[in-house]
């Protein structure tokens, strides 16, 4: 007999499933709603917003618009994204993640503070990912993108630099660029580094660990887009090697699944709950003996 769980901890974390259920209720109140980008990094979950209205669209078209309502999704947005809406006459329904507003205002206000004698302000994430383009938008562009080790020639290590993090990079490799750093710095420049990652984000490394682990085969379910996932699944697949990364349920390869084997369902933090339990049914309805982990619902 096979035994099917799901993941509690996986699913969308609170930033997203805040933006998801704002989003939700504002197109219960009728009339067009905008959302600027992708809400979420999942391909089924804007489909099924798209088909109760949200209007996904583009910074582009973004600036065309006027006397709208528009979204803006956790990710965030930098200062440019609210002037816009101001001169358009935009109503925003702002969803950006707390924790993200948080960080903005703490490099804002860093580099506000240190105009007379700017020390370079440096950003630890993906370039051109939306929070990273809110990020350095406080700084008026000028903040530094470190992607990973090779990116730390950018530096001038004879001048002061002030380290931070977009909220959803892993911990260990950012403490692995600030110790680099603080080795390199030189004469009397000095280095401080703020320790901006997401908890309930980071701390889904050691729990999808232990959650492939427990299980025979895993079954990973996340967006194309979503960065989050391949990192989490690159986890899972470490400690399990019968991971597989799914984008939709009807992906799962039931060929590979034997008789009494556990069957571990987990998911990204832009992975709604209901694409987890639809593959947990799908692969329930194919082989019928298997009971579905209560609990883990």
Known sequence: MNKIEID?????????????????????????????GDLVHNSLEVERLSKLGLITIDHEQFKQLKNERVLLRAHGEPPSTYEIARENNIEI????????????????????????????????????????NGLIGQTEETAIIIENKEDLDKLDFTR???????????????????????SRMQGEAKFEFFDTICRQVSNRVPNIKEFARQHDIIFFIAGEKSS????????????????YLIHTPE??????????VSIGICGATSTPQWQMEAVANLIHSKISSSPIEKAAF
């Open 8 to 36: 509690r901890q996986s699913g969308c974390c609170f930033g997203v499933a805040k933006a998801i259920s704002k989003a939700e209720e504002e197109l219960k109140k009728g009339g067009t709603l905008y959302c600027l």
């Open 93 to 132: 329904i702002d969803a950006s993640c707390p924790v993200v507003l948080g960080l903005q205002k703490r490099i804002k206000r860093k580099y506000n503070e240190t105009s007379d004698h700017r020390p370079q302000i440096v950003i630890y994430g993906k370039k051109g990912h939306a929070e990273v």
């Open 160 to 182: 002061d630099i002030n380290l931070f993090s977009q909220t959803t990079k892993p911990l260990e490799g950012f403490l692995e660029i600030a110790k680099i750093i603080e």
């Open 228 to 243: 989050n996932g391949k990192v989490l699944f690159a986890e899972c697949k470490k400690i399990n090697p019968n991971s």
């Open 251 to 260: 992906e799962v390869d039931l060929s590979l699944i034997s008789n009494d």
